[in-house]
């Protein structure tokens, strides 16, 4: 997938530039994930601010899988602000860069959505990036309130009235050498 290069190590830009198929929702989580890593003072943006990007959002299939599977957005931003904190100082630069992890989180995203046979990329999508990459701050804090990538698949399948993936993360392939 020729689309899927700029999430690969070395792909020039420090900010990941979602490809056109990430909906106006998905893009908007990530430019929403760089104003909670300036609004935290981090220099850097992380799972942790991608998952915080889509609380702020507010709406979407993301969002509204939280509620469906019983999970606080806010409980879950709490438990985020407390892990990772405040930084003391940010470089003022025009773009923050991404962590690794968000790179893959994107990979994984645009694949779970391929093995969905969707041509789009969402918030769902993203959140099973989230849950598949698992070791960031975001995966660590959504398997805390009880989230794992099998139910989460199912709960997307569920709201498209779809048939989850016949597949297990493993399956997938290996995690991007990032």
């Not at 104003?35 to 709406?59: C, D, Q």
């Not at 995203?109 to 989230?130: C, D, M, Q, S």
């Amino acid at each position: 997938m020729n689309w899927l290069k700029p999430f690969r190590k070395g792909a020039g830009e420090s900010t990941v530039v979602p490809p056109s198929n990430f909906t106006p929702r998905a893009q908007r989580v990530l430019a929403l994930a760089q104003g909670e890593a300036e609004r935290l003072k981090h220099n850097f943006i992380g799972t942790e601010h991608v998952l915080l990007g889509l609380i702020s959002l507010g709406a979407g299939v993301a969002f509204d899988l939280f509620d469906k599977m019983g999970v606080d957005p806010e409980a879950v931003r709490n438990e985020v602000e407390k892990i990772v904190g405040v930084g003391l100082n940010r470089k003022e630069t025009p773009a923050i860069p991404d962590t690794p992890r968000v790179k893959n989180v994107l990979a994984f995203a645009a694949e779970e959505a391929g093995a969905f046979g969707h041509t789009f990329v969402g918030t769902e999508h993203i959140l099973l990036g989230l849950l598949r990459e698992g070791d960031g701050v975001a995966g660590r804090v959504l398997k805390k309130f009880g989230l794992d990538i099998e139910k989460t698949r199912e709960a997307v399948a569920n709201q498209f009235g779809s048939k989850s993936p016949g597949y297990r993360a493993e399956s997938l392939g290996p995690t991007l050498d990032l």
